[in-house]
């Protein structure tokens, strides 16, 4: 969110597009805060005070507050208005909440004084709040949910909500204690913006009734206790819900949460019927602990009281979780069905943190030294290399390569190959890699398409399976055919060699390479935090590596390409998105995090698209497979509907159709500035483009822009010449993806622990 800097009405305020869309969202939660909404945009459209509270029929100070606080705070400064004097009653929950999400910067906590003014409650109510909840305003403050019987649960987790208007239940259970990395910490503003997306998607469904669904049930149970005033039947009450989360989170102590009484007594003895028999078509609910919550605190505000207090105990596991509860809460609110709302969590257990990268992660073939490594390294580059040249090339003792070499030989590693005559003496033996010595699985998950890939330990593809991604691109769906294709590539390739490395895995940035986690890819919904590594690992029972995919195809092109490919480069990935991967001396470099390599904003700041705040501003042509059809539409050309329309256009431009050849040089000519954006800050000579949108039909005309654009514009080009080259593998990040689990096991590296997940590692 982009707070206004300044609502004073000398300056008109700026929003930004995303600014006006949650304005809206957030307007849709009821009337008032529809006029606070208006409130703030009549602002941005120069209306001054007096005139917005005229159209509203609010008074003056009234308008001047919304817009100071949205000036502040941003949307979250509109949650909250200000009451005089004492309440008869307040939501507790909502209260602590607050105090969860802190205060907006500079300062770091609350005050009991400062909060108390915000939210319009005596210092004296909110000091009682507090103890009755045992919770401060410091940041490491966790609160105790006060119902009855006392909630005993040191780690809470929300496991699942079910509410139909003020009757809800909240499942909790207790997390394991070895939780390991808790995660990028939340800082306030996070703390705060999420809490105001969950709390208005929440307050919509307590203000949402179910759409008649035909008179109740009659003689409906809860697990065999009438539900007198509130009928629970199992196709439409909690029931169901609780016993599925019970068997998607099996150990785990339940606790739950209800606000009606008599559920809550129905619960409790369905929780220790041990006779589920005596309940026709019904079993028993799982055992639990049931709570009643008290008339004091709403439920969906206790819902983000839990939820605040697991996301600072575990942010980077629960911000996907947290994510999807907002998100189901406002798909129902915006289309409320015949049924009560429900959510589940489709977490099954805690994830460990995987172990730091290191070379030796992959290597099931023993290859204990350095220099071991170094020997395949230098027959991989050159083809074939007898063990003289072996020598002369590593500067290893002739002693040392035949005993290295012998090792590699009785492991099956490398092969000879016919003598040759080198004058007098003894004939050289050329060595060379032994295809089948070992496979890899590559994957490439793309907004369009899932690619699998089989790959020996010399490039050759074993099997290629893809699968088009039309209607659905969760991160279940995916995951289950992502494991289906790699399973049947397998299984081809241990036909062929019985030492399958593991699994690589090219997927959309950004990420979390050495966690293996996907960080919400522009075009991927739902894929926030989602942790790929260890659901594949769990699913395949192998090995896992997860690459950005401009950087799986970066090892592709130096695994698997020629000796010119041995020294500096850089890879420019052209497909859904636009990015970069580079070898940086002798090492794949990916940064910190592993998302070095962003085009994006390079091309946008060579171009002069800034944002309203003076940012860097999304490059439609950084996208070039849509941004090709989108522009060949709009310059007339009858793009067919469907997969197949990019291709149709790079057709065209083959053909020799003007305006698909003009279409295809702009979006290339944009991608080209980012590319001398990259030539300057890493001063190489050789740039390789591929990926999915450079076609065969079109190469040249991605490769001349661009390899125009690199010698003319970059500030060293008097005494640089850059080589363009087009990518040599196909499917150049699937087998890219396959080259990093050979990368991992055999390239040389003298650190111990690899550099290669921190920066370039130092080579021989």
């Known amino acids: 969110m982009t707070a206004m800097r300044d609502m004073d009405e000398a300056r008109k305020p700026v929003l930004s597009d995303r600014d006006r869309e949650a304005l809206h969202a957030w307007a849709r939660g009821g009337p008032e805060r529809s006029i606070r909404a208006r409130i703030v945009l009549d602002a941005e459209e120069g209306l001054s005070v007096s005139g917005s509270a005229r159209a509203l029929g609010v008074s003056r100070p009234t308008v001047t507050t919304w817009r100071k606080r949205y000036a502040a705070e941003g949307l979250a400064g509109l949650e909250h208005r200000p009451r005089s004097g004492r309440p008869p009653q307040v939501d507790e929950a909502d209260l602590v909440a607050a105090t969860l999400a802190g205060p907006p910067a500079p300062a770091r906590t609350w005050s009991a004084r400062a909060l108390a003014e915000r939210l319009g409650v005596s210092h004296t109510t909110l000091a009682g709040v507090w103890r009755r909840w045992q919770v401060g305003p410091g940041e490491g403050s966790l609160p105790i949910v006060p119902v009855e019987p006392a909630l005993r649960c040191a780690r809470a987790e929300l496991l699942a909500v079910w509410a139909r208007a003020d009757s809800a239940v909240l499942v909790i259970g207790e997390a394991p204690a070895h939780e390991g990395s808790r995660g990028r910490a939340t800082d306030a503003d996070e703390r705060r913006s999420r809490h105001a997306a969950l709390a208005a998607q929440l307050d919509r469904v307590r203000d949402t009734e179910p759409l008649p669904a035909g008179p109740p049930v009659a003689g409906a149970t809860t697990g065999g206790a009438s539900a007198k005033s509130v009928p629970l039947p199992r196709d439409q009450g909690p029931g169901a819900l609780i016993t599925s989360t019970a068997a998607r989170h099996p150990g785990r102590a339940l606790h739950i949460i209800t606000w009606d009484d008599e559920a809550s007594a129905a619960g409790e003895a369905a929780a220790d019927d041990a006779a589920p028999d005596s309940h026709p078509g019904h079993a028993a609910l799982p055992a639990a602990t049931w709570h009643r919550a008290d008339s004091t605190m709403s439920w969906s505000a206790t819902a983000c009281t839990v939820a605040l207090a697991e996301l600072a105990q575990f942010p980077g596991r629960f911000r996907s979780v947290l994510h999807a509860l907002t998100e189901a809460a406002r798909a129902y609110a915006d289309a409320p069905g015949d049924r009560a709302f429900g959510w589940q969590r489709s977490e099954t257990r805690a994830v460990l943190p995987p172990p730091r990268p290191a070379p030796r992660a992959f290597n099931q073939l023993a290859l204990g030294s350095y220099n071991e490594k170094l020997v395949i390294e230098n027959i991989r580059e050159a083809g074939a290399l007898s063990r003289v040249e072996i020598a002369e090339q590593t500067g290893l003792t002739p002693q040392a390569v035949s005993r290295i070499t012998r090792n590699l030989l009785t492991a099956g590693l490398l092969a000879e190959d016919g003598r040759q005559s080198a004058g007098a003496g003894k004939p050289r033996v050329p060595l060379r890699l032994r295809p089948d010595a070992a496979s890899a699985i590559g994957v490439h998950l793309d907004p369009e398409m899932i690619t699998v890939v089989a790959v020996d330990l010399c490039g050759g593809i074993l099997d290629r399976r893809q699968m088009r991604l039309f209607e659905r691109r969760d991160p279940d769906w995916c995951l289950e055919h992502m494991t289906r294709l790699a399973l049947e590539s397998a299984a081809v390739a241990r036909q062929v060699s019985h030492d399958l490395l593991g699994v690589g895995v090219a997927v959309p940035g950004p990420v979390d390479a ?57 890879y420019l990935y052209l497909g859904a998105g636009a990015g970069s991967g580079a070898f940086l001396n002798g090492d794949v470099y990916r940064g910190t995090t592993g998302n070095a390599g962003e085009v994006g904003e390079l091309c946008a700041i060579r171009a002069g698209l800034l944002t309203d705040e003076g940012g860097p501003r999304m490059v439609a042509e950084c996208a070039p497979i849509s941004a090709v059809v989108d522009q060949a539409r709009a310059a007339g050309l009858m793009v067919p509907q469907g997969d197949g329309a990019y291709d149709w256009v790079c057709e065209a431009a083959a053909r020799g159709d003007e305006r698909a050849v003009a279409v295809v040089e702009n979006v290339a000519g944009t991608v080209a500035l980012g590319a001398v954006g990259i030539i300057d800050l890493l001063d190489v000579e050789l740039l390789v483009v591929g990926g999915p949108a450079v076609l065969q039909s079109v190469a040249d005309l991605y490769l001349g822009r661009i390899a125009a654009a690199v010698n003319r514009f970059p500030v060293a080009r008097r005494v640089r010449d850059v080589h363009v080259a087009q990518s040599r593998p196909n499917q150049a990040a699937a087998v890219g993806a396959a080259s990093s689990v050979f990368h991992s096991a055999f390239t040389p590296r003298l650190s111990p622990r690899g550099r290669s997940a921190r920066g370039a590692s130092t080579h021989a």
């Open 514 to 570: 050495r966690a293996g986690i996907v960080l919400d890819p522009p075009l991927f919904d739902g894929w926030e935090q989602v942790e790929l590594k260890a659901e594949l690992v769990e699913r395949l029972g192998t090995a896992v590596i997860v690459e950005k995919d401009a950087t799986a195809a970066a090892i592709g092109e130096r695994w698997l390409g020629a000796a010119d490919r041995a020294d500096d480069f850089v």
